[in-house]
């Protein structure tokens, strides 16, 4: 018998929220894991096949969130570090050195970094900036370039595929 979302909010609302304070560790962001988990999953209760207790799916569906929003604070991170330059300065000014207490290693994966980017062609470079430094959705993107979204996705992961490869190469 499937599960109404009332009855599905009801039951899963409490421990999706605690579960999202224990793996974030503050209330701001387990409100917001929380809230993106229960819509999803909510959005997703037509599918629900009830071969798992719907606490269980919720729980599943909440996990699933988490590692994407861990993955995508990483992918931010690794930007604005090996970015530096191109972060403080704007687009016209040098990239700057990386600060002392960067580390050599950390200093290498910036300049790297940097002349991959350099390498990339111009849509690939502007769509990897722009959804990259500048976190713009991939509609946002595409209202800029005069591209359809699945044309950015597309660019932009090819551009990724791109870089990753340069990167490769430097090793």
């Known amino acids: 018998m499937p599960v109404s979302e009332q009855e599905f909010l009801e039951q899963t609302a409490g421990p999706v929220y605690n ?4 793996l974030t560790g503050n209330r701001a962001d387990a409100e917001d894991l929380a809230q993106d988990a229960l819509l999803k999953a909510v959005r997703a209760l037509p599918g629900f096949r009830g071969e798992s207790k719907a606490s269980t799916w919720a729980y599943r569906i909440t ?6 929003l861990l993955r995508a604070r990483r992918r931010r991170a690794f930007w ?33 970094v ?33 591209l359809p979204p699945g044309t950015v996705r597309s660019r932009l992961f090819r551009a990724r595929a791109r870089l990753k490869a340069l990167l490769e190469e430097t090793r």
């Open 80 to 112: 604005r570090t090996a970015t530096l330059g191109l972060v403080d300065g704007g687009a016209d000014a040098p990239a700057s050195d990386p600060p002392a207490d960067a580390g050599l290693e950390s200093a290498e994966r910036c300049a790297a």
């Open 114 to 146: 940097r002349r991959a980017l350099a390498e990339l062609d111009d849509d690939g470079r502007a769509i990897v900036v722009l959804r990259e430094l500048e976190e713009k959705s991939y509609e946002e993107i595409g209202a800029l370039l005069g």
């Open 63 to 68: 996990l699933n969130a988490w590692k994407s």
């Open 19 to 22: 579960l999202a304070l224990r």
